[in-house]
């Protein structure tokens, strides 16, 4: 199978050491991680994982199936860039002379929609946001007008045909239980199941 582009998104528990857990099971199949990004979800307590890999869709499908059995693991799902819309956010730093005498690249910053972050009478910082091509446009473009410095941060990215995890969980929540009882044989054997 061909090799593309996935970004996997992970609902989750927030506890101590789920970056690690997650990120051994990449280690382990020996799947390079291109982006990784971690904030809190529109649920209290439900923490969001959003990963970039390049990989065949029958290791990405097999990759989510283990992730899921992590106990703190609510739900994993892998999309292509189409079924996403997504973004990555950019700083550069710019000799602040380069702005001021060249209206050029005052003039392709606007293009791109970056706004200046700090000004300084030795360096400029600005921010955009994008897509990885056009982040590297600019990137590119800024080279040859002295960039100083370039960070890219993590994909972030919102599946298009989603209601929200959100919604799974309400609707877990007003399911009724089961309406069977199921009797635990062992309730009143407690001194004769729990000894030493």
Known sequence: MEKQEYTITL?????IGMIG???GIFSRRKINVESLNTSPSEVEGIHRFTILINESEDVVRKLCRQIEKQVEVLKAYYNTDEELIWQEQALYKVPTEIIAEKA???RLLR????SAVVIRHDYTVFETAGHREEIDRLTAALGEYGLIEFVRGARIAIIKDSAGFHTKIKQFEREEPSPEIVENEYLDQQERVFTM
């Open 11 to 15: 609902y989750t528990e927030n506890s």
């Open 21 to 23: 857990r997650i990120s």
């Open 104 to 106: 050029s690249v005052e």
């Open 111 to 114: 293009e791109y929609g970056a």
